[in-house]
C-alpha cells in the first residue's frame, strides 16, 4: 500500500509535484497520468527514494520514503525511463549482478523463472546490444521483478514501443498483478492508463486533477460524444451524458455528425484542456 499526504517537490520556481495526496491500494494497478512536465516522473523518484520531497510524505507499506529509504527499497522493484541494462553482459549476467547487489537467495532459480515469464530464456547467454529494445525493455521488467517485490514502479513503460511490443509489456503487467503486486505505472499514453489500470489519477502541473476508475472517469465527462464538423469543416465534439441525448443532438444538428462511446482521452482533454506540452 502506497499513501501520499500533501507531498511536494519544488525545483527552484518550478513545482515539480503540488500537494499531492493519492493512497493506493495493495494489489492495484494505479495509472499515473498526465501531459509532459506533469510531475509523474518526479512522484516515482520519491517514492523508489532516488528524490526527496519538499514538503509531505510518501509511505510504502508503512515504511517512510526518506526515513525508513532502505525498507522501502527492499520492498520495491523499478523498471526507469531510461534502460541502464548493462550493455556489455548477457541477459542472464544483467540479472545475476543485480540480484549479488540484492542479495537475493536461490538467485539461479529466480532469474530462470523471470527470464522465461518474459520470453528472454533461450535468448540469455546473449549479450543484450543483439536485443531489439522491445526486449531489453521485457529484460527491465524480469530485473524489477526478480527479487518478488511488493510494490512495482514503471515509468512510461512502452514508450517508443511499436503496438505488438506494447501489448505484450502490458500481459506482463496483468501478470504481475495476478501475482499479487502492486503495480503504479506512469504513462502519457492515455490508452495505456485506459488499458491496464484499476485506477488513474491525471496529473496537471503537478496537481491532481481527477482520481477515479477509467469508467468514472467517463462517467464524468459524459459516456457519449458526437463528433461534427462546423461551417469551416474545424471538428468539433459534444459530450453527452446519455444514448439518448447523443440521439437528440444527433437529430437536432442536420450536418455530418459521428456518434462514439467516450474514453479516457475525451477525459483527458476535457480535464487538461487537451495541452501536450507544459
Ligand atoms: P513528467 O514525468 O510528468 O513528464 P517530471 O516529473 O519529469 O514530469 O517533471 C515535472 C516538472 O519538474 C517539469 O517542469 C520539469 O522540468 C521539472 N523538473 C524535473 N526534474 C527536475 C530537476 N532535476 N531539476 C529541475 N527541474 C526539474
Redesign the pocket.
Known sequence: MIELEHLT?V??K????DDLSIRIEKNEIFG?L????????????ILTTL?KPTGGRARLDDFDVVRDSLEVKKRIGVVP?ENNLDRELSAFDNLRIYGLLHHLLELEQKIEEQLRSVGLWERRRDNIQTFSGGMQRRLLIARAALGGPRVLFL??PTIGLDPQVRREIWNMIRRLKAQGGTVLL?T?YIEEAEALSDRVGI?S??KLIALDTPANLKKMVGEYVVEYLDGEGNQLTRMCASREDAECFLKEAGIEVRRRRSNLEDVFVKLTGGRIE?
Open positions: 517537490k525545483y527552484g518550478i513545482r515539480a509535484i499515473l498526465g501531459p509532459n512536465g506533469a510531475g509523474k516522473s518526479t512522484t516515482i523518484k528524490v525511463q515509468d512510461e506512469t502519457h496529473l502541473r503537478g507544459q
